[in-house]
């Protein structure tokens, strides 16, 4: 999976004025989340009313950094991901803002809620990824035999329980399954 470096360059809003810690509550994260949102929204002249979102923690989600909930093409939430802000700070969590109110711009100016060219090109210009790092440690890998591709699994799937009804996409080889016992909870991909 690509991953954009660039929530690693400086925004024109400063991420570090808003920076808490893992000690604050669920409540403050989300006023301090709305707050950045907002001064996003106007130096970069984005079409979101972050006012008329709702804003979300979710503790369950491990792979994803933050989503964008919407309903016919109409943006009505966001969702952070705790695990993500403690495990990766402010600024990572900053960048997950910046790369949600892009779903929302675009979903609002072009009903476009994919990773594609506009995306791309707003992604850079707010200096924030289009893909986030994985930030919690999957439960398994699923290896290819023949050309050592490697899946992330997070749940007891049926490729999990079940790999050999299962053939590698990129060189059609047979999978094994590994529980992942990396010494610190990832292992090297």
Known sequence: MPVSRDSDRPTRVDVDWYSLDETCSHEEFLAVARVYAREVVAEYDLSASVSDLDWEVSTRAKRRAGAVKYRDGDPEMVVLTWA??????????????????????LL???????????????????HTHVHCDRFVPPEWWVVCTDCGARLARYRRSELVTDPDQYR???CGGAFRVERNDGADGTRDE
């Open 108 to 126: 609002n100016e072009h009903g476009d809620a994919s990773h594609g060219d506009r995306f791309h090109d707003l992604a850079e210009r707010l």
């Open 168 to 170: 590698c996409g990129d």
């Open 84 to 105: 993500h802000f403690e495990r990766q700070g402010w600024a990572a969590t900053a960048a997950t803002i910046r790369h949600e109110l892009v779903h929302v711009h």
